[in-house]
Protein backbone atom coordinates (compact mmCIF):
# COMPACT_ATOMS: atom_id res chain seq x y z
CA UNK A 1 0.00 0.00 0.00
CA UNK A 2 0.90 3.62 -0.73
CA UNK A 3 2.48 5.18 2.94
CA UNK A 4 1.69 7.77 4.05
CA UNK A 5 4.95 10.31 4.43
CA UNK A 6 4.10 13.55 6.15
CA UNK A 7 5.20 16.85 4.53
CA UNK A 8 7.40 18.48 6.88
CA UNK A 9 6.29 21.48 5.71
CA UNK A 10 2.37 20.84 6.58
CA UNK A 11 3.84 19.81 9.49
CA UNK A 12 5.54 22.78 10.75
CA UNK A 13 2.62 24.69 10.19
CA UNK A 14 0.52 22.77 11.53
CA UNK A 15 2.68 23.13 15.07
CA UNK A 16 2.45 26.73 14.43
CA UNK A 17 -0.95 27.36 14.54
CA UNK A 18 -2.74 24.46 16.65
CA UNK A 19 -1.75 26.05 19.69
CA UNK A 20 -3.77 29.11 18.96
CA UNK A 21 -6.98 27.20 17.97
CA UNK A 22 -6.90 25.64 20.57
CA UNK A 23 -6.54 28.84 22.85
CA UNK A 24 -9.51 30.14 20.89
CA UNK A 25 -11.40 26.82 21.84
CA UNK A 26 -10.84 27.21 25.63
CA UNK A 27 -11.66 30.66 25.95
CA UNK A 28 -15.30 29.98 23.28
CA UNK A 29 -15.64 27.48 25.98
CA UNK A 30 -14.75 29.13 28.90
CA UNK A 31 -17.23 31.87 28.00
CA UNK A 32 -20.31 30.09 26.96
CA UNK A 33 -20.10 27.75 30.81
CA UNK A 34 -19.87 31.68 32.04
CA UNK A 35 -23.17 32.64 30.41
CA UNK A 36 -24.83 29.39 30.42
CA UNK A 37 -27.62 30.61 32.98
CA UNK A 38 -28.91 32.68 30.72
CA UNK A 39 -30.11 30.87 27.65
CA UNK A 40 -33.02 29.02 28.09
CA UNK A 41 -32.91 26.80 25.08
CA UNK A 42 -30.50 24.48 24.15
CA UNK A 43 -30.95 25.91 20.26
CA UNK A 44 -29.82 28.90 21.52
CA UNK A 45 -26.71 28.16 23.60
CA UNK A 46 -25.76 25.74 20.71
CA UNK A 47 -25.89 28.82 17.70
CA UNK A 48 -23.85 30.96 20.08
CA UNK A 49 -21.69 28.46 21.07
CA UNK A 50 -21.04 27.81 17.44
CA UNK A 51 -20.79 32.07 16.87
CA UNK A 52 -18.62 32.10 19.41
CA UNK A 53 -15.93 29.90 18.00
CA UNK A 54 -15.85 31.17 15.18
CA UNK A 55 -14.84 34.39 16.60
CA UNK A 56 -12.00 33.04 18.18
CA UNK A 57 -10.36 31.33 14.82
CA UNK A 58 -8.52 34.70 13.43
CA UNK A 59 -5.13 34.13 14.21
CA UNK A 60 -2.72 36.47 16.26
CA UNK A 61 -0.98 38.86 15.16
CA UNK A 62 2.34 37.34 16.35
CA UNK A 63 1.69 33.72 14.75
CA UNK A 64 0.56 35.34 11.61
CA UNK A 65 3.99 37.37 11.27
CA UNK A 66 5.87 33.94 12.01
CA UNK A 67 3.35 32.04 9.42
CA UNK A 68 4.20 34.47 6.77
CA UNK A 69 8.11 33.19 6.79
CA UNK A 70 7.51 29.71 6.82
CA UNK A 71 5.08 30.33 3.33
CA UNK A 72 7.73 32.42 1.85
CA UNK A 73 10.14 29.72 3.41
CA UNK A 74 8.39 27.23 1.11
CA UNK A 75 7.73 29.27 -1.89
CA UNK A 76 11.63 29.46 -2.49
CA UNK A 77 11.84 25.99 -1.77
CA UNK A 78 9.21 25.08 -4.61
CA UNK A 79 10.86 27.75 -6.92
CA UNK A 80 14.44 26.31 -6.58
CA UNK A 81 12.95 22.95 -7.19
CA UNK A 82 12.50 23.84 -10.69
CA UNK A 83 14.79 21.80 -13.37
CA UNK A 84 17.91 23.87 -13.38
CA UNK A 85 17.39 24.01 -17.45
CA UNK A 86 14.60 26.41 -16.84
CA UNK A 87 16.41 28.25 -13.76
CA UNK A 88 19.00 29.34 -16.04
CA UNK A 89 16.59 31.05 -18.54
CA UNK A 90 16.77 33.79 -15.88
CA UNK A 91 19.06 33.59 -13.56
CA UNK A 92 21.58 31.03 -13.43
CA UNK A 93 21.07 29.45 -9.19
CA UNK A 94 19.30 32.26 -8.20
CA UNK A 95 15.69 33.60 -8.82
CA UNK A 96 15.15 36.88 -7.69
CA UNK A 97 11.84 37.93 -5.75
CA UNK A 98 9.53 40.18 -8.23
CA UNK A 99 6.22 42.02 -6.24
CA UNK A 100 4.13 39.16 -7.81
CA UNK A 101 6.20 37.04 -5.92
CA UNK A 102 5.85 38.76 -2.62
CA UNK A 103 1.92 39.35 -2.77
CA UNK A 104 1.39 35.84 -3.91
CA UNK A 105 2.95 34.42 -0.63
CA UNK A 106 1.02 37.23 1.55
CA UNK A 107 -2.37 36.43 -0.20
CA UNK A 108 -1.68 33.19 1.05
CA UNK A 109 -1.39 34.41 4.52
CA UNK A 110 -5.01 35.68 3.88
CA UNK A 111 -6.13 33.13 2.74
CA UNK A 112 -5.33 30.80 5.98
CA UNK A 113 -6.81 33.30 8.13
CA UNK A 114 -10.02 33.24 5.74
CA UNK A 115 -10.26 29.71 5.82
CA UNK A 116 -9.97 29.71 9.81
CA UNK A 117 -12.43 32.37 9.99
CA UNK A 118 -14.74 30.33 8.56
CA UNK A 119 -14.37 27.43 10.33
CA UNK A 120 -17.67 26.53 11.17
CA UNK A 121 -20.27 28.79 9.77
CA UNK A 122 -18.23 28.43 6.18
CA UNK A 123 -17.62 24.67 6.23
CA UNK A 124 -21.27 23.24 5.74
CA UNK A 125 -20.17 19.61 6.41
CA UNK A 126 -18.33 20.55 9.36
CA UNK A 127 -20.74 22.10 10.52
CA UNK A 128 -23.55 19.17 10.36
CA UNK A 129 -21.12 17.65 11.97
CA UNK A 130 -20.68 19.38 14.96
CA UNK A 131 -24.88 20.05 14.89
CA UNK A 132 -25.41 16.39 14.67
CA UNK A 133 -23.12 15.59 17.72
CA UNK A 134 -25.41 18.38 19.79
CA UNK A 135 -28.42 17.13 18.47
CA UNK A 136 -27.61 13.40 19.51
CA UNK A 137 -26.39 14.72 23.18
CA UNK A 138 -29.29 16.41 23.45
CA UNK A 139 -31.28 13.60 22.92
CA UNK A 140 -29.57 10.48 24.72
CA UNK A 141 -28.35 13.09 27.68
CA UNK A 142 -30.58 15.69 27.72
CA UNK A 143 -31.04 19.62 28.22
CA UNK A 144 -27.68 20.80 29.65
CA UNK A 145 -28.79 24.13 30.55
CA UNK A 146 -31.77 22.39 32.25
CA UNK A 147 -29.33 20.32 34.70
CA UNK A 148 -27.40 23.66 35.65
CA UNK A 149 -23.92 24.60 35.70
CA UNK A 150 -22.73 21.16 36.34
CA UNK A 151 -24.99 19.43 33.07
CA UNK A 152 -23.20 22.68 31.07
CA UNK A 153 -19.65 21.70 32.24
CA UNK A 154 -19.83 17.80 31.51
CA UNK A 155 -21.48 18.78 27.92
CA UNK A 156 -18.16 21.20 26.99
CA UNK A 157 -15.79 19.09 28.20
CA UNK A 158 -17.28 15.60 26.21
CA UNK A 159 -17.84 18.34 23.47
CA UNK A 160 -14.18 19.37 23.87
CA UNK A 161 -12.95 15.82 23.48
CA UNK A 162 -15.49 15.07 20.04
CA UNK A 163 -13.97 18.77 18.36
CA UNK A 164 -10.25 18.61 18.75
CA UNK A 165 -10.02 15.75 16.63
CA UNK A 166 -12.67 17.75 13.83
CA UNK A 167 -10.24 20.66 14.64
CA UNK A 168 -6.65 19.09 13.52
CA UNK A 169 -8.24 17.72 10.35
CA UNK A 170 -9.98 20.88 9.08
CA UNK A 171 -6.52 22.64 10.10
CA UNK A 172 -4.78 20.04 7.97
CA UNK A 173 -6.70 20.30 5.16
CA UNK A 174 -6.76 24.43 5.29
CA UNK A 175 -3.15 24.52 5.42
CA UNK A 176 -2.44 21.93 2.68
CA UNK A 177 -4.91 23.29 -0.07
CA UNK A 178 -3.45 26.71 0.63
CA UNK A 179 0.21 25.27 0.55
CA UNK A 180 -0.63 23.67 -2.67
CA UNK A 181 -1.78 26.47 -4.13
CA UNK A 182 1.19 28.19 -2.93
CA UNK A 183 3.78 26.09 -4.27
CA UNK A 184 2.00 25.68 -7.82
CA UNK A 185 1.93 29.93 -8.08
CA UNK A 186 5.65 29.57 -7.50
CA UNK A 187 6.06 27.31 -10.14
CA UNK A 188 3.16 29.50 -12.33
CA UNK A 189 5.48 32.17 -11.90
CA UNK A 190 8.97 30.66 -12.47
CA UNK A 191 7.81 29.51 -16.02
CA UNK A 192 6.69 33.08 -17.03
CA UNK A 193 9.86 34.32 -16.05
CA UNK A 194 11.73 31.52 -17.92
CA UNK A 195 9.22 32.43 -21.09
CA UNK A 196 7.72 28.54 -20.97
CA UNK A 197 3.89 28.79 -22.91
CA UNK A 198 2.87 25.71 -21.57
CA UNK A 199 2.29 23.68 -18.41
CA UNK A 200 0.84 20.01 -18.08
CA UNK A 201 -1.18 19.11 -15.14
CA UNK A 202 0.14 16.03 -12.92
CA UNK A 203 -2.10 14.27 -10.65
CA UNK A 204 -0.50 11.95 -8.03
CA UNK A 205 -2.25 8.84 -9.76
CA UNK A 206 -1.61 6.82 -6.88
CA UNK A 207 -4.48 5.01 -5.13
CA UNK A 208 -6.07 8.10 -3.40
CA UNK A 209 -6.38 9.89 -6.34
CA UNK A 210 -9.96 11.00 -7.06
CA UNK A 211 -11.64 10.78 -10.59
CA UNK A 212 -11.58 14.60 -10.89
CA UNK A 213 -7.78 14.67 -10.79
CA UNK A 214 -7.19 11.84 -12.82
CA UNK A 215 -9.45 13.42 -15.61
CA UNK A 216 -7.19 16.59 -15.41
CA UNK A 217 -4.49 14.91 -15.53
CA UNK A 218 -1.89 14.78 -18.49
CA UNK A 219 -4.08 18.39 -19.51
CA UNK A 220 -1.77 21.26 -21.64
CA UNK A 221 -2.69 24.45 -20.23
CA UNK A 222 -1.25 28.33 -21.56
CA UNK A 223 0.94 29.77 -18.93
CA UNK A 224 -0.21 32.92 -19.65
CA UNK A 225 -3.56 31.78 -18.37
CA UNK A 226 -2.87 30.72 -15.19
CA UNK A 227 -0.80 33.96 -14.50
CA UNK A 228 -3.80 35.90 -15.57
CA UNK A 229 -6.26 33.66 -13.50
CA UNK A 230 -3.05 34.04 -10.24
CA UNK A 231 -2.54 38.31 -10.53
CA UNK A 232 -6.18 38.85 -10.57
CA UNK A 233 -6.39 37.07 -6.95
CA UNK A 234 -3.02 38.37 -5.46
CA UNK A 235 -3.68 42.05 -7.08
CA UNK A 236 -6.70 42.11 -4.81
CA UNK A 237 -5.50 40.03 -2.03
CA UNK A 238 -9.25 39.06 -1.42
CA UNK A 239 -9.61 35.72 0.01
CA UNK A 240 -13.45 35.92 -0.99
CA UNK A 241 -12.94 35.91 -5.13
CA UNK A 242 -10.97 32.59 -5.11
CA UNK A 243 -15.10 30.97 -5.46
CA UNK A 244 -15.37 32.94 -8.54
CA UNK A 245 -11.77 33.36 -10.10
CA UNK A 246 -10.54 30.10 -9.36
CA UNK A 247 -13.47 27.78 -8.21
CA UNK A 248 -13.23 24.01 -6.74
CA UNK A 249 -13.82 21.23 -9.41
CA UNK A 250 -16.88 18.84 -8.12
CA UNK A 251 -17.14 16.95 -11.15
CA UNK A 252 -15.03 14.81 -13.68
CA UNK A 253 -13.84 16.76 -16.72
CA UNK A 254 -14.60 15.76 -19.75
CA UNK A 255 -14.70 18.73 -22.37
CA UNK A 256 -11.38 20.17 -23.85
CA UNK A 257 -8.88 22.02 -21.40
CA UNK A 258 -9.70 25.46 -22.85
CA UNK A 259 -12.88 25.34 -21.13
CA UNK A 260 -11.97 24.23 -17.82
CA UNK A 261 -13.07 26.67 -14.96
CA UNK A 262 -9.76 26.30 -13.00
CA UNK A 263 -6.69 25.87 -14.55
CA UNK A 264 -4.12 25.90 -11.68
CA UNK A 265 -4.16 23.13 -8.70
CA UNK A 266 -5.55 22.56 -6.07
CA UNK A 267 -9.07 22.46 -7.78
CA UNK A 268 -10.51 20.67 -4.57
CA UNK A 269 -9.98 20.23 -0.83
CA UNK A 270 -6.52 18.07 0.04
CA UNK A 271 -5.44 18.00 -3.97
CA UNK A 272 -2.53 16.80 -4.46
CA UNK A 273 -1.75 17.97 -8.13
CA UNK A 274 0.89 19.94 -9.15
CA UNK A 275 2.02 21.47 -12.71
CA UNK A 276 5.37 20.71 -14.81
CA UNK A 277 6.91 22.25 -17.77
CA UNK A 278 5.73 20.83 -20.86
CA UNK A 279 9.00 21.18 -23.12
CA UNK A 280 9.96 17.84 -23.45
CA UNK A 281 9.17 15.42 -26.03
CA UNK A 282 7.12 11.59 -25.04
CA UNK A 283 8.69 9.09 -26.46
CA UNK A 284 4.92 7.43 -26.87
CA UNK A 285 3.87 7.21 -30.71
CA UNK A 286 1.27 10.43 -31.16
CA UNK A 287 -2.11 8.83 -32.55
CA UNK A 288 -3.34 10.21 -35.87
CA UNK A 289 -6.73 10.14 -34.22
CA UNK A 290 -9.27 9.12 -31.59
CA UNK A 291 -10.65 5.75 -33.25
CA UNK A 292 -14.13 4.82 -32.12
CA UNK A 293 -14.49 0.58 -32.91
CA UNK A 294 -17.92 -1.48 -33.06
CA UNK A 295 -21.05 -0.63 -32.44
CA UNK A 296 -22.67 3.05 -31.84
CA UNK A 297 -23.72 3.20 -28.47
CA UNK A 298 -24.60 5.97 -25.95
CA UNK A 299 -21.38 4.76 -23.96
CA UNK A 300 -19.15 4.86 -27.50
CA UNK A 301 -20.67 8.37 -28.17
CA UNK A 302 -19.70 9.36 -24.28
CA UNK A 303 -15.90 8.16 -24.36
CA UNK A 304 -15.68 9.40 -27.97
CA UNK A 305 -16.35 13.11 -26.86
CA UNK A 306 -14.38 12.97 -24.03
CA UNK A 307 -10.72 11.92 -26.01
CA UNK A 308 -11.81 13.66 -29.14
CA UNK A 309 -11.68 16.75 -27.08
CA UNK A 310 -8.20 16.01 -26.02
CA UNK A 311 -5.11 17.39 -27.96
CA UNK A 312 -2.88 14.64 -29.64
CA UNK A 313 0.19 16.09 -26.32
CA UNK A 314 -3.40 15.58 -23.78
CA UNK A 315 -3.79 11.55 -24.90
CA UNK A 316 0.16 11.35 -25.26
CA UNK A 317 0.35 12.34 -21.73
CA UNK A 318 -2.77 10.14 -20.64
CA UNK A 319 -1.08 6.86 -22.21
CA UNK A 320 2.30 7.79 -20.67
CA UNK A 321 0.54 7.93 -17.12
CA UNK A 322 0.35 3.97 -17.32
CA UNK A 323 4.19 4.12 -17.19
CA UNK A 324 3.86 4.27 -13.59
CA UNK A 325 1.51 1.26 -13.03
CA UNK A 326 1.87 -1.64 -10.65
CA UNK A 327 0.13 -4.71 -9.92
CA UNK A 328 0.15 -4.75 -6.39
CA UNK A 329 -2.34 -1.59 -5.43
CA UNK A 330 -5.33 -2.02 -3.26
CA UNK A 331 -8.15 0.37 -3.48
CA UNK A 332 -8.69 3.28 -1.32
CA UNK A 333 -10.23 2.67 1.92
CA UNK A 334 -9.11 -1.54 1.56
CA UNK A 335 -10.74 -3.96 3.88
CA UNK A 336 -7.83 -6.64 5.50
CA UNK A 337 -9.41 -8.95 2.74
CA UNK A 338 -8.59 -6.65 -0.46
CA UNK A 339 -5.21 -6.20 0.88
CA UNK A 340 -4.19 -9.67 1.33
CA UNK A 341 -5.72 -10.58 -1.85
CA UNK A 342 -3.79 -7.35 -4.13
CA UNK A 343 -0.88 -7.83 -1.89
CA UNK A 344 -0.18 -11.51 -1.26
CA UNK A 345 -2.18 -13.41 -3.51
CA UNK A 346 -3.08 -11.37 -6.41
CA UNK A 347 -0.14 -11.10 -8.86
CA UNK A 348 0.82 -14.59 -8.13
CA UNK A 349 -2.81 -15.98 -9.46
CA UNK A 350 -2.15 -14.00 -12.71
CA UNK A 351 1.37 -15.77 -13.32
CA UNK A 352 0.01 -18.96 -12.42
CA UNK A 353 -2.51 -18.80 -15.11
CA UNK A 354 -1.04 -16.95 -18.04
CA UNK A 355 2.70 -17.29 -17.41
CA UNK A 356 2.80 -20.30 -20.10
CA UNK A 357 0.95 -18.45 -22.72
CA UNK A 358 3.13 -15.26 -22.84
CA UNK A 359 6.44 -17.28 -22.48
CA UNK A 360 7.71 -16.54 -19.23
CA UNK A 361 9.29 -18.66 -16.50
CA UNK A 362 9.17 -16.50 -13.43
CA UNK A 363 6.80 -14.07 -11.58
CA UNK A 364 9.84 -11.17 -12.33
CA UNK A 365 9.87 -12.09 -15.88
CA UNK A 366 6.22 -12.09 -15.93
CA UNK A 367 5.96 -8.38 -14.29
CA UNK A 368 8.20 -7.00 -16.20
CA UNK A 369 7.30 -8.22 -19.46
CA UNK A 370 3.63 -6.42 -18.65
CA UNK A 371 6.07 -2.77 -17.95
CA UNK A 372 7.86 -3.39 -21.13
CA UNK A 373 4.69 -3.70 -23.01
CA UNK A 374 2.90 -0.66 -21.37
CA UNK A 375 6.13 1.31 -22.22
CA UNK A 376 6.12 0.30 -25.76
CA UNK A 377 3.11 -0.92 -26.88
CA UNK A 378 2.00 -1.66 -30.90
CA UNK A 379 -1.48 -0.47 -30.17
CA UNK A 380 -3.66 1.44 -27.00
CA UNK A 381 -7.05 0.71 -26.58
CA UNK A 382 -9.57 2.44 -23.95
CA UNK A 383 -12.28 0.07 -23.05
CA UNK A 384 -15.02 1.48 -20.68
CA UNK A 385 -16.85 -0.97 -18.91
CA UNK A 386 -20.02 -0.36 -16.31
CA UNK A 387 -18.45 3.12 -15.54
CA UNK A 388 -14.79 2.31 -15.73
CA UNK A 389 -12.31 2.90 -17.79
CA UNK A 390 -9.10 0.58 -18.56
CA UNK A 391 -6.12 0.83 -20.85
CA UNK A 392 -5.55 -2.05 -22.73
CA UNK A 393 -2.09 -2.25 -24.71
CA UNK A 394 -1.17 -4.47 -27.34
CA UNK A 395 1.99 -6.47 -28.61
CA UNK A 396 1.66 -8.81 -30.99
CA UNK A 397 -1.58 -11.00 -29.77
CA UNK A 398 -0.39 -9.99 -25.84
CA UNK A 399 -2.77 -8.00 -24.18
CA UNK A 400 -1.98 -5.54 -20.57
CA UNK A 401 -5.25 -4.45 -19.17
CA UNK A 402 -4.56 -1.92 -16.23
CA UNK A 403 -7.38 0.25 -14.80
CA UNK A 404 -7.26 4.16 -15.16
CA UNK A 405 -9.25 4.94 -12.12
CA UNK A 406 -5.98 4.24 -10.20
CA UNK A 407 -2.82 3.55 -12.34
CA UNK A 408 -3.21 -0.09 -11.37
CA UNK A 409 -2.29 -3.39 -13.57
CA UNK A 410 -5.24 -6.01 -14.47
CA UNK A 411 -3.61 -8.89 -15.76
CA UNK A 412 -1.42 -9.60 -18.75
CA UNK A 413 -2.39 -12.34 -21.01
CA UNK A 414 -2.87 -13.77 -24.56
CA UNK A 415 -5.81 -12.64 -26.59
CA UNK A 416 -5.83 -11.96 -30.42
CA UNK A 417 -7.16 -8.22 -30.68
CA UNK A 418 -10.73 -9.03 -32.80
CA UNK A 419 -11.50 -11.75 -30.70
CA UNK A 420 -11.48 -9.36 -27.94
CA UNK A 421 -13.09 -6.72 -29.75
CA UNK A 422 -15.73 -9.05 -30.76
CA UNK A 423 -16.32 -10.04 -27.35
CA UNK A 424 -16.62 -6.58 -25.64
CA UNK A 425 -18.79 -5.83 -28.62
CA UNK A 426 -21.17 -8.13 -27.37
CA UNK A 427 -21.13 -6.38 -24.19
CA UNK A 428 -23.69 -3.91 -24.19
CA UNK A 429 -21.86 -2.17 -20.99
CA UNK A 430 -18.88 -2.13 -22.91
CA UNK A 431 -17.41 0.58 -25.68
CA UNK A 432 -14.12 0.86 -27.54
CA UNK A 433 -11.60 3.82 -28.76
CA UNK A 434 -8.46 3.31 -30.53
CA UNK A 435 -5.52 5.80 -29.61
CA UNK A 436 -2.43 3.91 -31.31
Known sequence: ????????????ILKLVLPSLNAGFKSALEYMLERSKYFVSFQDFANMLLIKLEEQMRLPEGVKAKLLQELEDIYRKEVSRMPLNILARTQPGFYDFTEKDHRAIEYVLRLHDFYLGKFFQGDRELRKRVLDWMSAYYLEQGNPIGRGQKGVKEFLRQFRSYIQPQTEWKARQIIDTSVNFLRNAGRIYTLQKARISYYRWDAVNDRLTCRICRSMDGRVCRTEEAVRALDMLVSTQDPELIRDLKPFINTVQKGTSAGIPGKLPPIHPHCRCVVVAQTEEVEVKIPASVEPIGKDSPGQRELLKEYSSLTRAEINNRIRAHLGSEWA?????????????????????????????????????????????????????VERRFGQDYFVFYRGNIKVVCSDANLSINSMYKEEVDRWIERVQKNIQSAIIRLI
Open 329 to 381: RPPADATDKQILKYLGEFVQKHYHDHAQEVGVSSLEEYKNLAYDIIKKPDKVF
Open 1 to 12: MDAYRPDPDIER
